[in-house]
């Protein structure tokens, strides 16, 4: 049973990797995409208002598979929102590597008597 499970949820993950917000999380995760993380939140609200829309048409009478609508809405707009901090503090993270990079890169390399390497003969 364990062994079902676990197949269903691989399956179930690779299937829902190509989702196109999980495409977007992956795309602002990169380096270059980090700093499009903030603006990627804004696209939580079309997700808030389908999931809006969804509950005002269930409470009207509506169909009950949309409440499945909703808790995608629901849950792919927090992702949306929690990745816009993420990927600020990624983005700091990754320049300050950077900086630390080129501090590194313009520091000479000193050798055993304190000389700059390439002094020493």
């Not at 509506?62 to 707009?77: E, F, I, K, R, T």
């Not at 929102?81 to 000193?110: F, K, M, Q, S």
């Amino acid at each position: 049973m364990f062994r079902l499970i676990w197949a269903a949820s691989v399956r179930t993950h690779t299937i829902l990797s190509y989702a196109p917000s999980n495409l977007l999380l992956a795309v602002t995760r990169t380096r270059r995409g980090l700093r499009w993380g903030i603006p990627a939140m804004l696209l939580a609200i079309p997700y808030l208002l389908a999931a809006h829309w969804c509950v005002t048409t269930i409470e009207n009478g509506g169909p009950g598979w949309l409440n499945l609508v909703v808790l995608l809405c629901a849950w792919n707009a927090i992702k949306l929102i929690l990745n816009g901090p993420v990927t600020v503090v990624l983005l700091l993270r990754a320049r300050v590597r950077e900086a630390v990079a080129r501090c590194r890169a313009r520091r000479p390399d000193y050798g055993l008597f304190g000389l700059p390497v390439g002094v020493m003969g």
